[in-house]
């Protein structure tokens, strides 16, 4: 009998119902938090990823789109279900990501694409942001200790060309204009202790 080559591909085995779906969901949101959304996609690459094993096993390709048409319909099942119990909140996800970004020096409008692009609905994002407000002057003040300028930068004052090029990296970084003239005529010392007072409360 031929032994099994080391790293050889494991075998397709039984497209995935609603079953193996849900556990593979739960195992997911035992690593990672995540949305509705997000949490579809992870079922659909797994459901893509069995059809790939499938196909390079010449199982029937009728057998398997009906199979894929199936698991994802499956798939759908799985994460609306998981969400009417309280297990994937997408708001909940929403505010405890945007805390996070905030306090990385986030601008709201980076935050708000972040989330969208997590799966959070326009709606629920503009929710959580009004909610939460984003402390935006203190992520912009995030913003510029992370990349040593403005009011953190080594050498005091800071020479014009180093002002517009962390001006500009803010505006990049979604950032109001005044809001980013404000951190950066910020004193090191008072932006220091208004970046520790916003991570503290």
């Known amino acids: 009998m031929e032994r099994k080559r080391e790293g050889a591909r494991p075998a397709a085995g039984k497209a995935p119902d609603a079953a193996r779906l849900h556990e593979a969901a739960l195992a997911h949101l ?3 938090a995540a ?33 894929i048409i199936a698991a994802r319909a499956a798939a759908v099942e799985v994460t609306q279900r998981l969400a009417a119990t309280g297990a994937v909140d997408d708001a909940a ?11 990385a020096g986030r601008s709201q409008r980076a935050i708000a694409a972040h989330l969208a692009a997590k799966g959070v609905g326009s709606e629920t994002a503009a ?3 009004e909610g939460e407000a984003p402390d935006e002057l203190a992520a912009a003040l995030g913003h510029l200790r992370r990349r040593r300028a403005g009011p953190f930068a080594p050498e005091q004052p800071v020479a014009p060309e180093a002002r517009l090029k962390a001006l500009a990296a803010l505006a990049r970084g979604g950032f109001a204009r005044d809001l980013a003239e404000r951190a950066l005529d910020m004193e090191p010392t008072e932006a220091e202790e208004r970046l520790l007072a916003s991570r503290r409360g």
Do not use: C, K, M, Y
């Open 127 to 129: 929710n959580v942001l």
């Open 35 to 67: 949305t509705e959304a997000g949490l579809l996609r992870v079922l659909h690459r797994r459901i893509d990823r069995w059809a790939r094993r499938a196909e390079a096993e010449g199982q029937p390709t009728d057998g398997i789109a009906s199979a």
């Open 30 to 32: 035992a690593r990672f």
């Open 93 to 103: 996800f929403a505010a405890s990501r945007a805390r996070r970004l905030n306090r």
